[in-house]
């Protein structure tokens, strides 16, 4: 495939007839195609055919369309939208159709992208050390491995024969290419040489083709306590992350990204306002990577909308994110993407859709939000990838949605909770109390624990699961209480009921909170995890028979040295500390009764 976004050669077809915002109407277009790329005026301003009727069609223009007006030329590229992938596709910083805002910015002066400026997405001077693991002779097909080539310090490149491509190798070389020159040949069935460089296109509105999809079964680790723990996303999972305006979906997601078991982190931002968007742009590049002690973004790729760019490119930066996702999935990686909110790309379709004078569905989003916003996480995934010996690579895709006052019955929060089986509710009654992450533990779900309970058995303890479901009916339980308690008071409560009370908030405080901003907090290994919550379980287990019994004086409870210690339980970072915790729990809790009686 030879499509590029950022063509010179394009010939003039069409002539505008009609210009509102974002979008143009042109004629004579009869001989283009449906998602056809174009380029719009003499401006040459990037355009993509959404809609064609007759000789007429509508175009998206990912540009700023002043001064573009009727009778101006429409020329065509015959090719679709797609993305360049090859190496040098991380630490980049792209806008939603992939033009790589350090070029812009260099070229225009500004974040803020001038018009008609055609910026590569990759260097193509750049020499890469290709190292060949195929030979001349080898029979291949579509995604099998050609070479590999050291893109960052964190990931080897693996470049692959295209999807749709097969035959024997006549020709592969190892040595210092660009990502333009040939590194290999193969011959294919009919008898065609197909030359191979390292870049390669797909169109970005076309999921990559895959062996298979894969059961997911292992869960996605991000170190956080709520997520691991009370709601886990699988890797290759979908998720969702709805929350009113501060309740923490900016920081939730930097943290699994910084911190989750995947390779590599792609993610797409599109800003609320522009300072929002440049808050991530100046931050991103210095968080580091705790494995590597190497900046995240050596394994990253930043997609970047602001409020200032055009409402088409952020319409595409989703499908260019996520095709870039797929790609190193393809690869055989753990990919996960992060899109920070969803609700600004649901509303760019919107806004295209009211122009394109379609019939507007709820709220006037257009009748296909829900087909559009299914289509994109349905990407998500474990696979086999294509190739003669798939490799497993997974992509996990977790969005964020900022419901206008938090109405999670509005269209974009609805549409995403159909097709997503986590899902964590950003409370904002929580972030007001300090109470980080903001993740409600009793409105959010995850509909993957089925699937990793056997990894749990295997991999963190025989009794990992049934911990878990223990804490999360003493949290439910506890919101039962806390009603009567303020109908009635504390008094009427009794003694067990005040247990449940006290361990139910020691899995909020000393469980749940957790400071994203404090290196030593913010990452808990999934082992330790499950030691602390035993820990705070072994209250309520060993407590419940000792403060039933009769005339028990609950404070004495509380006197426990382990009861005053459990705060800082969670600064050990060593399985036998909590194993001596638990005994001490233990005794002390016998010792209750031998002076109790
Ligand atoms: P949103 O993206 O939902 O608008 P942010 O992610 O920007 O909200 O979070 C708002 C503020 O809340 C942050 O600046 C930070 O002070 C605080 N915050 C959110 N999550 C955490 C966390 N896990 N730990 C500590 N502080 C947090």
Redesign the pocket.
Same mark, same amino acid.
């Given at each position: 495939m030879t499509n590029t976004i950022n063509t010179q050669e394009a010939t003039k077809a069409g002539e505008i007839v009609r210009v509102t915002g974002p979008l143009v109407r042109a004629n004579g277009m009869s001989s283009a195609k449906l998602y056809e790329l174009v380029k719009v005026s003499s401006e040459k301003l990037l355009g993509e055919i959404i809609e064609l009727n007759g000789d007429i069609a509508s175009i998206q223009v990912y540009e700023d369309t002043t001064g573009v007006g009727p009778g101006d030329p429409v020329f065509r590229t015959g090719k679709t939208m797609s993305v360049a992938l090859a190496p040098g596709l991380l630490e980049s910083i792209y806008d939603g159709v992939q033009r790589p805002l350090k070029a812009i910015e260099e070229a225009s002066g500004s974040v803020y992208i001038k018009r008609g400026i055609d910026a590569e997405a990759l260097d193509k001077n750049k020499k890469w050390d290709f190292k060949a693991v195929a030979k001349v002779g080898d029979k291949v097909t579509g995604g099998d491995i050609l070479g590999t080539v050291a893109e960052t310090k964190l990931i080897v490149h693996k470049v692959m024969v295209p999807p749709h491509v097969s035959g024997v190798i006549t020709n592969i070389k190892s040595g210092n290419f660009n990502i333009t020159e040939t590194i290999a040949e193969i011959k294919t069935e009919s008898g065609e040489i197909e030359v191979v460089a390292m870049l390669q296109y797909w169109p970005i509105r076309e999921p990559r083709p895959k062996n298979k999809k894969i059961f997911p079964s292992e869960p996605l680790l991000t170190g956080g306590r709520s997520i691991d723990t009370l709601f886990p996303i699988a890797k290759g999972g979908a998720g969702c992350i709805p929350?009113?305006?501060?309740?923490?979906? =900016?920081? =939730?997601q930097q943290?699994i990204s910084k911190y989750c078991n995947a390779e590599v982190i792609v993610y797409i931002g599109c800003g609320e306002r522009g300072n929002e968007m440049t808050e991530v742009l100046s931050e991103f590049p210095h968080l580091i990577d705790p494995n590597s002690g190497e900046p995240l973004m050596k394994r990253t790729i930043l997609i970047a909308n602001t409020s200032n760019m055009p409402v088409a490119a952020r319409e595409a930066s989703v499908y260019t994110g996520i095709t870039i996702a797929e790609y190193y999935r393809d690869m055989g990686y753990n990919v996960a993407l992060m899109a920070?909110s969803t609700s600004r790309w649901a509303e760019a379709m919107r806004e295209i859709s009211g122009r394109l004078e379609e019939m507007p569905g709820e709220e006037g989003y257009p009748a296909y939000l829900s087909s559009r916003t299914a289509q994109f996480y349905e990407r998500a995934g474990v696979v086999e990838t294509l190739g003669s010996e798939g490799r497993q690579g997974s992509l996990t895709v977790i969005g964020?949605v900022?419901p206008p006052g938090g109405d999670l019955s509005e269209p974009v929060s609805q549409s995403t909770l159909r097709v997503t089986k986590t899902f964590w509710s950003?409370d904002a009654g929580l972030?007001y109390k300090k109470h980080?992450?903001?993740i409600n533990w009793l409105g959010s779900y995850s509909l993957y624990v089925d699937n990793l309970l056997d990894f749990w058995r295997e991999n963190v303890a025989p009794d990992f699961a049934n911990i878990r479901k223990q804490a999360m009916e003493l949290l439910e339980k506890e919101s039962k209480l806390l009603e009567i308690v303020r109908l009635v008071g504390m008094e009427s409560l009794s003694n067990s009921d005040k247990l449940t009370l006290e361990v139910a908030r020691m899995i909020r405080e000393d469980f749940l909170m957790?400071?994203?901003?404090d290196p030593s907090d913010a990452y808990m290994p999934i082992k330790i995890q499950y030691n602390l919550l035993k820990s705070i379980v072994t209250f309520y287990n060993e407590g419940l028979p000792v403060v039933t019994t009769d005339e028990f004086e609950f404070s004495r409870f509380k006197q426990m040295s382990t009861y005053k210690e459990i705060g800082r339980l969670k600064e050990k970072r060593e399985v036998s500390d909590y194993e001596n915790f638990i005994s001490r729990v233990k005794e002390e809790i016998k010792a209750l009764t031998q002076t109790n009686a």
């Open positions: 929350g009113p305006f501060g309740a923490g979906k =900016t920081v =939730t943290s920070d964020a900022s950003l972030a980080f992450p903001s957790q400071n994203a901003f």
